[in-house]
């Protein structure tokens, strides 16, 4: 946890200095659904763990697609920001929570015209807990993206991403090696900018 607080204080240090060399900048704030694509193979691992381990194999996806996404959005086109969610949450016989964070660094294109594109890399790291969870590692995020009615107070945007962050989970009897995921491998996130 402390290797993440350093990355997201390294990451808003580096940043702040670019603040300092535009003017009208703002910061915007994304909300909206997002799907990840490996979540299934979370339950699915949990149901085998359980078949090996303990009675029960009752595993619900009880995840919340929510995320939320600030941004800064410099004048000169780039845009630095942080993102969370959505909670992925095992139930039943388990209990898992995760959440995925992630701070990246940016460039708008178009950011003057009705339809705007962005691109952006950066890091993330999936926060969890849970029954057989036994660690997370950082990865690369990078994203593209669209956003409609760039001039408009609210905005309407679409982004998929590609997040390469892993959890661990504990190895079954007979396993020679712990699980890993890559939980939001492919994201894709229907959002509003305010």
Request: aromatic fraction near 18%; include cysteine; hydrophobic fraction near 40%.
């Amino acid at each position: 946890m402390k290797k993440i607080s350093l990355v997201f204080i390294l990451f808003f240090t580096l940043i702040q200095p670019a603040a300092a060399w535009t003017d009208g900048n703002a910061w915007r704030f994304a909300l909206g659904y997002s799907f990840l694509n490996n979540v299934k193979e979370i339950r699915d691992a949990y149901k085998h763990l359980l078949r090996e381990t303990r009675p029960g194999k009752d595993v619900y996806n009880a995840s919340f697609g929510i995320r939320f996404q600030p941004y800064y959005q410099f004048e000169n086109g780039m845009r630095a920001g942080v993102g969370a969610g959505p909670l992925i949450l095992m139930v039943g016989d388990v209990r898992h929570v995760q959440i995925p964070f992630n701070a990246t660094i940016g460039y708008t294109f178009f950011a003057d015209s009705p339809i705007s594109v962005y691109a952006k890399g950066g890091v993330a790291f999936h926060i969890a807990s849970g029954d057989f969870y036994a660690g997370s590692s950082p990865g690369f995020y990078g994203g593209i993206g669209c956003v409609f009615f760039s001039s408009k107070p609210v905005r309407l945007g679409f982004e998929t991403a590609w997040d390469a962050s892993e959890i661990t989970l504990d190895r079954a009897p007979g396993q020679t090696r712990h699980e890993k995921i890559k939980t939001g491998e492919l994201t894709f996130f229907l959002y509003a900018d305010f």
